[in-house]
T-cell receptor, first 114, second 112 residues
Framework: KQEVTQIPAALSVPEGENLVLNCSFT??????LQWFRQDPGKGLTSLLL?????REQTSGRLNASLDKSSGRSTLYIAASQPGDSATYLC?????????????FGTGTQLKVEL | DAGITQSPRHKVTETGTPVTLRCHQT?????MYWYRQDPGHGLRLIHY???????DKGEVSDGYSVSRSKTEDFLLTLESATSSQTSVYFC???????????FGPGTRLLVL
């Protein structure tokens, strides 16, 4: 069974700092990996989707990398802002069991302070 | 934001009563999903649909049923609600099986 771990569970940084969020998964047979953002009391917002054949995907100040062989992905946030404060979740659809059955990590709660 | 709405947004009910949550989309996406989110467990898939009248079970389907009679609507029913079903329920949609999933705003359900 696929297990997805995100460490740390919570992170507090000063504004302007570059930071890295980590996501680990136990089964490397995945189609892709997705990063989401969730604001308190809200639904999830898709940030980036990396295909299994890709190593990186970028959107604005966000850069996600994927290393399937080691079962890891990182989300790099450059020049963090208070508006980046949210919980960040990664999710993978395993090849076994259906490509749309996402397994989520429990998230990293990020707080960017002024 | 993708056109996804969920109703009701909040509901309080009593143990043993039936509850139906509705997800409505305006994107004409083929796939629709129901998740629940609980502290310590994260998001877990309950059921999903890959077309009208086509549904399949997810990780935590016991105690839940779903129906999809139209492309735009996906209903989640708790036949006899239990306190363990107190949770936040999210609907999601995607255009393809490996495409990005877009989430609705969620429904907070409290079963007393």
């Amino acid at each position: 069974k696929q297990e997805v771990t995100q460490i740390p569970a919570a992170l507090s940084v000063p504004e302007g700092e570059n930071l890295v969020l980590n996501c680990s998964f136990t089964d490397s047979a995945i189609y892709n990996l997705q990063w989401f953002r969730q604001d308190p009391g809200k639904g999830l917002t898709s940030l980036l989707l990396i295909q299994s054949s890709q190593r990186e995907q970028t959107s604005g100040r966000l850069n996600a990398s994927l290393d399937k062989s080691s079962g890891r992905s990182t989300l790099y946030i450059a020049a963090s802002q208070p508006g980046d404060s949210a919980t960040y979740l990664c999710a993978v659809p395993p090849i076994t069991g259906g490509g749309n059955k996402l397994t989520f990590g429990t998230g990293t709660q990020l707080k960017v302070e002024l | 934001d993708a056109g996804i709405t969920q109703s009701p947004r909040h509901k309080v009910t009593e143990t043993g009563t039936p509850v139906t949550l509705r997800c409505h989309q305006t994107e004409n996406h083929r796939y629709m999903y129901w998740y629940r989110q609980d502290p310590g467990h994260g998001l877990r898939l309950i059921h999903y649909s890959y077309g009208v009248k086509d549904t399949d079970k997810g990780e935590v389907s016991d105690g839940y049923s779903v129906s999809r009679s139209k492309t735009e609507d996906f209903l989640l029913t708790l036949e006899s609600a239990t306190s363990s079903q107190t949770s936040v329920y999210f609907c999601a949609i995607s255009d393809g099986v490996l495409e990005t999933q877009y989430f609705g705003p969620g429904t907070r359900l409290l079963v007393l």
